[in-house]
């Protein structure tokens, strides 16, 4: 039988599209200008979307629970969603997310273990893990950042150049992945 989609209105949303529901309403509702903050809200707004989205792929791709990575992709950045800063970002922001996840019910301890623990590492692009999930929201990250015009440049003007050097192989590892050329469209 068919159903129409709740369009992320009423009752009947999963405990991710509550989350994901939650993320924008905190960005929209959020008295921090964009002066106060490293990112615009705009780009929280867009980038949150984007590596959400992103996780869902790469989650059936990897053989993944979607909503597990869904979710932990959605919430990666809440501190700076929340405080406007990256400083301690990842490790700050797995105790937001703990927060949120278990005040919308639904997430089992194990999920919410999970989640926390990819949010808490995902800024560590530097060291891999052997845990699916913050292989996961990592890759997201970077990959949804590349797909910007100017991120590059933006990389290689604000990480140190080893980093920056792990930041392109997960980006060409993920565009390997998904089987797309190894330079997005817009740099030819």
């Known amino acids: 039988m068919l159903t129409p989609f709740h369009h992320y209105k009423g009752h009947a949303l999963k405990p991710s599209e509550k989350i ?15 002066s106060q903050r490293e990112s615009s809200i705009i780009w929280e707004l867009k980038h ?12 059936q791709k990897r053989n993944l629970d979607i909503e597990i990575a869904e979710t932990a992709a959605v919430l990666h950045d809440i501190y700076v969603i929340v405080y406007g800063s990256y400083k301690n970002h990842a490790k700050l922001g797995a105790l937001i997310a703990q927060k949120l996840l278990t005040q919308i019910t639904g997430f089992s301890q194990n999920q919410i273990k999970i989640i926390i623990n990819a949010i808490a590492h995902h800024s560590e692009k530097d060291i891999y893990s052997d845990d699916p999930y913050i292989e996961l929201v990592k890759d997201a990250d970077v ?46």
């Open 20 to 34: 994901e529901r939650k993320v924008v309403e905190i960005l929209l509702k959020s008295e921090l200008p964009d």
């Open 143 to 188: 990959f949804d950042c590349s797909l910007y015009k100017g991120s590059e440049d933006e990389y290689r003007l604000t990480k140190p150049k080893p980093l920056f050097s792990e930041y392109a192989k997960r980006v060409k590892k993920v565009r390997n992945e998904l089987d797309l050329p190894e330079k997005p469209e817009f740099r030819k």
């Open 48 to 59: 949150s979307s984007g590596c959400l989205q992103i996780a869902r792929i790469l989650a």
